[in-house]
């Protein structure tokens, strides 16, 4: 799962405006496999937006997100050059974490 | 005796330095995941989990979301906060078997604006709270679902 994430993001004037794509199953626990054994829960809890290194955006989410999650947001107070982060923790403990540069 | 009260100490310091560590990073306990809110299977009881029983309907969140989701495994909903000063945006879909899907906290610079794509079992209002000065306002859309996205 540690796939890289796909973040965009537009910088216009001091607003940021990011669509990020995460890999993940979303798995919710209730999903059956071929032979009929319930799929584990696996699914993204908390999700980290930060700006040089200071959080903006804190989220707690659940496996009621869609698979490969995709989400926008937005950040104001940025200019060119800053480093916008995005991270993630599974409740499996795996974290993925992508950093981008502001043009 | 004397072993074994060495050996307490020695965990006891050890809890105190992992403490401190944990202390020096506030960023992770910022986060913890709210267990008891999303284990809740009914909407009342999620709302009242989130201590968000009581919210007052406003016209300041604005949610786009289709009317008719051919797809309910993929319901893209995007939300705006007008409310002056919002600290959280919630979203919860009323028929899931856990309503409550996301909660996203805006700090400074964090615009209070998202869109996300949800699951949703079967046709539902999506609803939406805004958290403000330490009240919830709150505002819903109905999405009619042909194909349920919680099966497979």
Known sequence: MADPMKIRAGLKGDLVDVRVLMNHPMETGQRKDGSGNLIPMHFIQEIAVKLNGKTVIDAQVSQGVSRNPVFSFRVKGAKAGDKLEISWLDNRGERNSTETSLA | ?152
Do not use: H
């Open chain 2, 1 to 152: 005796m004397e072993n074994s009260r060495r050996n307490t100490l020695k965990s006891a310091a050890a809890l105190a330095a992992a403490m401190v560590a944990g202390i020096l990073r506030p960023q992770d306990v910022l986060a913890a995941w709210n267990k008891d809110a999303f284990g809740q299977k009914t909407l009342a009881d999620a709302l009242k989990s989130l201590g968000a029983a009581v919210a007052a309907d406003s016209n300041d969140i604005v949610i786009d979301a289709p009317q008719i989701a051919e797809n309910g495994a993929v319901v893209p909903v995007e939300i705006t906060s007008n409310v002056p000063n919002t600290r959280s945006i919630v979203v919860l879909v009323e028929k899931n078997p856990f309503p409550l899907v996301a909660k996203f906290d805006f700090l400074e610079g964090g615009v209070p604006f998202v869109k996300v794509n949800v699951k949703m079992g079967e046709s539902s209002n999506v609803r939406v709270l805004a958290e403000a000065g330490g009240k919830y306002y709150a505002a819903f859309k109905e999405v009619k679902v042909t194909i349920g996205g919680c099966g497979g």
